[in-house]
């Protein structure tokens, strides 16, 4: 049994029209920010989910972990819908999933020292007493590479660099040795030169605490190296799902393709073909009808225009969905 399940996962935020609608509780429309997504994720592995901005990767991510609460859609985790738990039930949960979020520095509390907001959640969750978890937080900030510990530990968050803070994060999240975690473009917002040390942070963690992850990321060269599957999603929607070299080298989706023909690391003989895309992701309150991505896609044909496809095995745990899977 996966160690998460999710099921037709939706967020649809409400767009509010002027002050006359607002008092009358009118709503214009919806952002269909996470439309139908399905994807389970076993204990000890990673699945990177991919794509541009605004195709709902964050929206995801918080869902999962009740973050945000969804429209529709159930999130079992180690066999419990959690989308029904509620007060302390949830909060207990909290210990077991944890986020790495993109920018750090709005995750800290900017007048608490760093050391101290490592050992907070020790405290909170019932782990461990004020004494014990600094002791525990000393510690991890040795681990995470913020050494002399007397140095950091009573820093503020505005005496660090991106790349310290993003340290921080991790281990805060780290100290509660969580079963599952989702890292939010945990490297994004760092210089290109400490992206590596962080990532390997991440998996060195991962291995020891046979976590399961969610690595979101733009980057589809970087989910390549940290994921054991890969999933793409445009508008909301997952598009292809695979094992990390099933999609790397055999790519079903035109979105697939052109993400990959978008990275000079990637060889292009290892490509079926070299596919561009122009203009930029639909406006989520408009999504086009049938397949979303048809407007952008140079394979798209009239059926494209009208019907939504169908996620299908296009090889042995390799879905797609597109009507010319390449």
Not at 124 to 149: C, D, F, N
Request: include cysteine; charge should be neutral.
């Amino acid at each position: 049994m996966p160690l998460l399940e999710v099921v037709d996962l939706k967020k649809y935020f409400p767009v509010e029209g002027g002050v006359i609608d607002r008092l009358l509780g009118r709503v214009k429309g919806y952002v269909k920010a996470v439309d139908g997504v399905s994807f389970t994720v076993d204990r000890g592995e990673t699945l990177a989910l991919i794509g541009e901005s605004g195709c709902g990767k964050t929206t995801t991510g918080k869902l999962v972990l009740r973050l945000l609460e969804p429209t529709s859609g159930k999130v079992i985790f180690d066999g419990v819908d959690i989308t029904r738990l509620k007060g302390e039930d949830l909060r207990r949960l909290r210990r077991r999933m944890q986020m790495i979020f993109q920018d750090p520095f709005a995750n800290l509390d900017p007048r608490m020292p760093v050391g101290d907001q490592i050992a907070e959640p020790l405290v909170e969750h019932g782990i461990m007493e004020w004494e014990e978890a600094r002791e525990e937080a000393y510690k991890m900030l040795e681990r995470v590479g913020l050494t002399p510990v007397e140095d950091f530990y009573d820093r503020l968050p505005l005496n660090l660099s991106g790349g310290q803070r993003q340290r921080v994060v991790i281990a805060r999240a780290m100290a509660l040795k969580p079963d599952f975690v989702v890292a939010d473009e945990a490297v994004s917002m760092i210089d290109v030169s400490m992206r590596a040390s962080i990532v390997k942070l991440l998996l060195r963690f991962k291995e020891e605490f046979n976590q399961a992850m969610i690595f979101i990321t733009h980057d589809i060269s970087v989910g390549r190296l940290v994921a054991d599957r890969i999933a793409v999603m445009y508008l909301g929607k997952i598009v292809e799902i695979g094992g990390t070299e099933q999609v790397i080298n055999n790519p079903a989706h035109p979105y697939t393709q052109a993400l990959l023909a978008a990275v000079p690391t990637i060889e292009e003989k290892k490509l079926k073909m070299k596919l561009e895309i122009k203009g930029e992701v639909a406006d989520p309150k408009n999504v086009p009808p049938g397949c979303r991505f048809h407007p952008r896609c140079p394979l798209a044909t009239d059926i494209c225009m009208k019907k939504e496809p169908e996620m299908i095995e296009v090889e042995n745990g390799h879905f797609v969905a597109c009507h010319h899977h390449i």
